[in-house]
T-cell receptor, first 114, second 113 residues
Framework: AQSVTQLGSHVSVSEGALVLLRCNYSSSVPPYLFWYVQYPNQGLQLLLKYTSAATLVKGINGFEAEFKKSETSFHLTKPSAHMSDAAEYFCAVRDYGGANNLFFGTGTRLTVIP | EAQVTQNPRYLITVTGKKLTVTCSQNMNHEYMSWYRQDPGLGLRQIYYSMNVEVTDKGDVPEGYKVSRKEKRNFPLILESPSPNQTSLYFC????????????FGPGTRLTVT
């Protein structure tokens, strides 16, 4: 069965600093992986996705993630944090059952300190 | 505008009083799903539907019902709500085929007292 683990339920960074949000996956087959962002009082919005093409995936708002098979990781990064990046971030993996459901991690809340 | 809508956005109710949360999408998506979001637990799937009249249980289906009579609508029914169903609920949809990313509604915050 597929699953994802997000290390760190809360991450704080200073404005302008590097953002690194960690996600490790478990999958018996090549995974499809996603990062979603949830701004306060809103639904989830897709940031980026990995679908077995390029291992470095670029998303919206300057975020990117690198798929590393050897480390079973799909960490999300942004070179310079902005106040507007404060949100909750979820990593998800596609289930290879017939329904292709998504399994979500427990989320990481990012705080940006001015 | 392509979107998933949910109503109501906020609901406070009492134990045992039946309620329905509606979900509608205007993208002609085949797949729809309901999740609940709880602190420290992330999103957990309640029910999903692969198409009209086809529904199946997710990871936490107890205490919930769904129906899919039309492609665009996927209501979530709590026949006898209990306080442990106090949560933030999201509806999502996606096309069929090989597009696996889901599009989410704005959420419904439910409080059961």
């Amino acid at each position: 069965a597929q699953s994802v683990t997000q290390l760190g339920s809360h991450v704080s960074v200073s404005e302008g600093a590097l953002v690194l949000l960690r996600c490790n996956y478990s999958s018996s087959v090549p995974p499809y992986l996603f990062w979603y962002v949830q701004y306060p009082n809103q639904g989830l919005q897709l940031l980026l996705k990995y679908t077995s093409a390029a291992t470095l995936v670029k998303g919206i708002n300057g975020f990117e993630a690198e798929f590393k098979k050897s480390e079973t990781s799909f960490h999300l990064t942004k070179p310079s944090a902005h106040m507007s990046d404060a949100a909750e971030y979820f990593c998800a993996v596609r289930d290879y059952g017939g329904a292709n459901n998504l399994f979500f991690g427990t989320g990481t809340r990012l705080t940006v300190i001015p | 505008e392509a979107q998933v809508t949910q109503n109501p956005r906020y609901l406070i109710t009492v134990t045992g009083k039946k309620l329905t949360v509606t979900c509608s999408q205007n993208m002609n998506h085949e797949y729809m799903s309901w999740y609940r979001q709880d602190p420290g637990l992330g999103l957990r799937q309640i029910y999903y539907s692969m198409n009209v009249e086809v529904t199946d249980k997710g990871d936490v289906p107890e205490g919930y019902k769904v129906s899919r009579k039309e492609k665009r609508n996927f209501p979530l029914i709590l026949e006898s709500p209990s306080p442990n169903q106090t949560s933030l609920y999201f509806c999502a949809s996606r096309p069929g085929g090989t597009s696996y990313e889901q599009y989410f509604g704005p959420g419904t915050r439910l409080t059961v007292t």
